[in-house]
């Protein structure tokens, strides 16, 4: 079977480099990671739009919960998110607001901090960890199953022995992991939807799954 990089190197060579997270600041990318639990990154758009006077830790921090909701209104779920953004920024004042420092965290020590924050599961988790905190991880979202179980891997079903499987050695840059990841929502976008189109997409030469 082809190495997971191959899916990368086709998927990197179609669509090109993205570039993500779209934020200026790692506190903006961390609430973007919280708005788009269940819900489209469209709705996040609309919702940190309405947040954005608030897009500094001490700030939001200031807002109470019932004013948090409604400012977030248009991303969904907006009272359990609320609750969310306020249990996580509890958890970055105890940290003093100060990304630097945590960064100098191990990447296990940090992953294991923020899923102590109610709210905050392993996908959320590692997507702060990649594009808030800058550690190398891969993140098992429902794209990248999808487009992994399509394209003929075997993979573990649960969470941490399907990233750990991809992950390897780890021996892949930041920019990599950062990437793969952004690319494999891409690719879930434009060619392996649900219902996939099969036609044009970089992988079906070698896809188990490819349809026509
Ligand atoms: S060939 Fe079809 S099923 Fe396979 S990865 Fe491409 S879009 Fe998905």
């Known amino acids: ?12 060579a179609h669509y090109g480099p993205q570039r993500w997270w779209p934020a200026d600041t790692a506190f903006e990318m961390m609430v973007g990671a919280i708005l788009v639990q269940n ?5 996040v758009e609309k919702a940190l739009e ?9 700030r939001m ?22 609750k969310r953004l306020k249990a996580f920024l509890h958890w970055f004042r105890d940290h003093q607001f100060d990304v630097c420092s945590l960064k100098g965290k191990s ?21 702060m960890l990649l594009y808030g905190f800058d550690k190398p991880v891969f993140v098992v979202d429902a794209y990248a199953r999808r487009i992994f179980y399509r394209f003929g891997y075997d ?10 499987e991809v992950e390897g050695d780890l021996s892949q840059d930041l920019l990599f992991w950062k990437e793969f990841h952004a690319l494999l929502v891409e690719h879930a976008k434009q060619h392996c939807k649900a219902k996939p189109i099969c036609d044009g997409c970089p ?10």
């Open 1 to 12: 079977m082809l190495h997971y990089d191959f899916i990368y190197k086709k998927i990197y």
């Open 39 to 43: 819900t489209s990154w469209r709705n």
């Open 50 to 58: 309405n947040v954005a006077p608030y897009l500094y830790p001490k």
């Open 61 to 82: 921090r200031s807002l109470k919960e019932a004013q948090l909701a409604q400012l977030i209104r248009p991303s969904g779920f907006y009272n359990i998110k609320a």
């Open 107 to 127: 990447r296990e020590d940090l992953r294991k901090e923020l899923l102590g924050i109610k709210g905050v599961g392993q996908e959320t988790a590692d997507v």
């Open 155 to 164: 993979m573990p079903g649960s969470y941490d022995p399907f990233r750990i």
């Open 203 to 212: 992988l079906r030469e070698h896809c188990m799954q490819r349809m026509g």
